[in-house]
């Protein structure tokens, strides 16, 4: 792996990081700020934004730290998690059910980063 490529991978898996601890940290919120003041689907709907933001940002860190060829799917990932995750958040910030609707965009873009994963690792 050449200097350019040691960049890249360090600034993806410095991405992953922050996105890794700013699920842990919202989720701590959630339990300790947000339990008493939202109603049960609204925690939930928040718990499901940290429990794929956490998890698919550990994924991101793997990835981070896959061949170049793999990388082309961390974009997508991001994407994902961003859409995904944030559009939850808004759902339960802004008490907005409409932003449901975008969801299923960043769980599309997850799909297809971790399907273009596997099949560039197939590749070889």
């Given at each position: 792996?050449?200097a350019e490529?040691?960049?890249?991978?360090?600034?993806?898996?410095a991405?992953?990081?922050?996105l890794?601890g700013?699920?842990?940290?919202?989720?701590?919120?959630?339990?300790?700020?947000?339990?008493?003041?939202?109603?049960e689907a609204r925690?939930?709907t928040?718990?499901?934004?940290?429990?794929?933001?956490?998890?698919?940002?550990?994924?991101?860190l793997l990835l981070?730290?896959?061949p170049?060829?793999v990388?082309?799917a961390?974009?997508?990932?991001l994407?994902?998690?961003?859409?995904?995750s944030g559009?939850?958040?808004l759902?339960?910030?802004?008490?907005?059910s409409?932003?449901?609707a975008?969801?299923?965009?960043?769980g599309v873009?997850?799909?297809?980063a971790?399907?273009?994963?596997?099949?560039r690792f197939l590749?070889?």
């Open positions: 792996m050449n490529l040691d960049r890249v991978a360090r600034r993806w898996a991405i992953a990081a922050l890794t700013l699920g842990v940290a919202l989720g701590a919120f959630g339990a300790h700020t947000l339990e008493p003041i939202l109603s925690l939930a928040f718990e499901t934004a940290v429990r794929y933001q956490t998890t698919q940002a550990i994924g991101l981070a730290s896959a170049s060829r990388r082309v961390l974009p997508f990932l994407a994902g998690i961003v859409i995904f559009s939850l958040y759902i339960v910030a802004l008490d907005v409409a932003f449901g975008v969801a299923p965009i960043g873009a997850m799909i297809t971790w399907t273009l994963a596997a099949w590749r070889g």
